[in-house]
């Protein structure tokens, strides 16, 4: 039972305040919901800006191995083939508890496998309940990357092994682990440790006055009377850059008639006249209540994924794939068109274009779906995991 106010740390890979991308979204909403229970410590690298959350306070871990995505990702990675209790991952643990403010804290979380050998140390110096918040299956990402390289499949596997056995250690350790999908739970034994899922949810807005709509479409050219399709994501994540790139190359060209919007920080460069990279913008509800169609061509990853939560929010017909329809509520031809082939998503989203009565029927499905899907009523399930494992 929680009695009182409790001390929480939080850990996580990268800044996350402000927020730019779905994972550090999550990451943020969790702070503030683990608030609610007491005085949140939320440590990373890098921290520059500070939130006016009275409850959330940030801390830099100066780890100058988790300071570049070539470090807490290409490196980390490429330690594994040592085995997943390598020198690199050791120093790297070593670095993030030197930043570490003192505790004892009561509570631990763990938000990625870069910090979970850290979490674990203090969990079990300050005698804390530990945490483990599982975004995603990373050993399956890793596979899916590595497959696409020439490394010889003896060593692949032997680096998708030890990563495996990582997140495994992890959850072996933990307290509690909180996945994103049922999928990514199956993927791992849990035994008696208590396990949720609460998958990725939403704060986009649906009430976007014309004014904003308009201040957008003048901002980025967008010509009201052509239909626009919207993807979002951080495309420094190699399976969206994948995505904006079939969509460069295999959708757009296609439909020529539609302009496509990619949304989000780094986004590559296009080269199809219908493609535009918008990049990073603060204004995203206004820049959804602009476009007529929300898509999500991932052919990989796991979790479920924020954008498609943001598209339902705003009220948006959907073109998915399966793997981006992973862990929500969506049936194709009913709340969204599913396919995975680019001719057939491509088809899809004609269908959206040429068909009011579907654009219609889809966008009042998003919009009924959204409702279970906000962050206030899904990390509600951040309650009962807390209140069952603090000692």
């Not at 959330?56 to 995505?69: G, I, Y």
């Not at 490429?78 to 403010?101: F, K």
């Not at 995975?340 to 009924?368: G, N, W």
């Amino acid at each position: 039972m929680l009695t009182g106010t409790i001390r929480v740390l939080q850990l996580a890979r990268v800044p996350v305040y402000p927020p730019t991308n779905g994972r550090e979204r999550r990451v943020w909403e969790t702070a503030r919901k683990l608030s609610t229970f007491g005085n949140v410590t939320l440590a990373s690298p890098r921290v520059t800006e500070r939130p006016a959350d009275a409850g959330v306070s940030l801390t830099p871990t100066d780890n100058p191995l988790l300071a570049t995505k070539h470090g807490y990702v290409y490196l980390w990675n490429a330690a594994l083939v040592a085995g997943w209790s390598n020198p690199y991952g050791r120093l790297s643990t070593r670095l993030t508890l030197r930043g570490l403010p003192d505790g004892p804290f009561d509570l631990v979380v763990a938000e990625s496998p870069q910090v979970a050998r850290a979490a674990v140390r203090v969990a079990r110096h300050d005698d804390a309940a530990l945490l483990l918040d599982k975004h995603n299956a990373s050993f399956e990402i890793l596979s899916s990357f590595l497959a696409e390289t020439p490394l010889p499949a003896s060593v692949v596997s032997q680096a998708v092994d030890a990563h495996r056995a990582h997140e495994q250690w992890a959850i072996d350790a933990a307290d509690a682990v909180v996945f994103q999908s049922d999928a990514d739970r199956q993927q791992f034994e849990t035994g008696d440790t208590l396990v949720e899922t609460i998958p990725n949810g939403t704060g986009v807005k649906r009430d976007v006055s014309a004014t904003a709509v308009e201040r957008v479409r003048e901002r980025h050219g967008l010509d009201s009377e052509t239909s626009t399709a919207v993807f979002v994501g951080s495309y420094d994540y190699e399976p969206n850059a994948e995505a904006a790139r079939r969509i460069d190359e295999a959708i757009a060209p296609r439909l020529p008639d539609v302009e496509f919007l990619l949304v989000g920080r780094d986004p590559p460069a296009t080269t199809a006249p219908n493609v535009t990279e918008l990049g990073f913008v603060e204004e995203l509800s206004s820049v959804l209540a602009a476009a007529d169609i929300g898509i999500c061509p991932l052919r990989r990853g796991s979790g479920t994924k924020l954008k498609v939560m943001d598209y339902l929010a705003a009220g948006l017909p959907i073109v998915t794939t399966t793997v981006g329809a992973a862990g929500i509520d969506l049936v194709d031809g009913e709340s969204a068109l599913i396919c995975d082939d680019d001719a057939a998503f491509a088809a899809a989203i004609e269908t959206i274009v040429s068909s009011p009565d579907i654009a219609e029927r889809l966008s009042r499905a998003s919009t009924e779906l959204s409702e279970q899907y906000q962050w206030e009523t899904l990390l509600e399930g951040y309650e009962s995991v807390v209140k069952r494992i603090i000692r």
